[in-house]
């Protein structure tokens, strides 16, 4: 009598040849991926540029000369900076606050303006901003985080321990960076919703 094979878990299924076929026109190696090309560099394309101070957890370096004076209106019900032609400074003389934005970039590699209101027209200087100028120049040279210190009236500066890389800049002027940041908030005439709000016209 013959003896039969018996039978064990591990066993090959059993597979219809069809569904070992690839879909017709499916070209499998289309899709496999292969070594990237050397040589090939992704370029990123800056399309957001905040308007803001640093954010006190990550270590920054300012561009040791990328700078302009500007004037910028605080709009707090929308929360938002805008950039005030110098044409129409005289019918927003006491909403625009004179300040210099810096190029700073964080360990991110995300680049932002810092705003700096400078002294008002007496020369007195708010012990905050001053401090904030202060951490300006610090960061030119080092990277660093600032700190708030209230009973200071103003900012502790702490300079990163480790050996971080250099600062990659964007390859923008100055005019593309004020072009990138205030895309949609620039006030150029008197129509303008924010003015005719404070002007009491809507």
Same mark, same amino acid.
């Given at each position: /009598?013959?003896?039969?094979?018996?039978?064990?878990?591990?066993?090959?299924?059993?597979?219809?040849?069809?569904?070992?076929?690839?879909?017709?026109?499916? $070209?499998?190696?289309?899709?496999? &991926?292969?070594?990237?090309?050397?040589?090939?560099?992704?370029?990123?394309?800056?399309?957001?540029?905040?308007?803001? @101070?640093?954010?006190?957890?990550?270590?920054?370096? &300012?561009?040791?000369?990328?700078?302009?004076? +500007? $004037?910028?209106? !605080?709009?707090?019900? !929308?929360?938002?900076?805008?950039?005030?032609?110098?044409?129409?400074?005289?019918?927003?003389?006491?909403?625009?606050?004179?300040?210099?934005?810096?190029?700073?970039?964080?360990?991110?590699?995300?680049?932002?303006?810092?705003?700096?209101?400078? #002294? $008002?027209?007496?020369?007195?200087?708010?012990?905050?901003?001053?401090? =904030?100028?202060?951490? +300006?120049?610090? =960061? @030119?040279?080092?990277?660093?985080? /600032?700190?708030?210190? @209230?009973?200071?009236?103003?900012?502790? +500066?702490?300079? &990163?321990?480790?050996?971080?890389? #250099?600062?990659?800049?964007? $390859?923008?002027?100055?005019?593309?960076?004020? =072009?990138?940041?205030?895309?949609?908030?620039?006030?150029?005439?008197?129509?303008?919703?924010?003015?005719?709000?404070?002007?009491?016209?809507?």
């Amino acid at each position: /009598m013959a003896k039969t094979k018996p039978a064990t878990s591990d066993a090959e299924p059993i597979v219809n040849e069809a569904e070992k076929t690839a879909l017709p026109g499916f $070209d499998m190696s289309k899709y496999v &991926a292969r070594p990237i090309a050397t040589g090939i560099v992704l370029k990123r394309k800056i399309t957001t540029i905040p308007v803001q @101070r640093p954010n006190s957890q990550l270590y920054f370096r &300012a561009h040791p000369s990328e700078e302009v004076l +500007v $004037d910028l209106l !605080e709009f707090r019900e !929308e929360n938002k900076l805008y950039l005030v032609n110098q044409e129409k400074i005289g019918e927003l003389f006491d909403q625009v606050k004179r300040c210099v934005l810096y190029l700073c970039v964080n360990t991110k590699g995300d680049p932002f303006l810092f705003p700096v209101p400078q #002294p $008002d027209e007496t020369g007195r200087w708010n012990s905050w901003h001053e401090s =904030s100028k202060n951490c +300006v120049l610090e =960061s @030119r040279d080092h990277w660093i985080r /600032m700190q708030p210190n @209230r009973s200071i009236q103003g900012y502790d +500066v702490l300079i &990163a321990e480790g050996n971080l890389a #250099p600062p990659k800049w964007p $390859d923008l002027d100055i005019a593309q960076i004020l =072009s990138i940041a205030f895309r949609n908030t620039t006030i150029d005439d008197e129509d303008h919703p924010v003015v005719r709000q404070l002007r009491g016209l809507i």
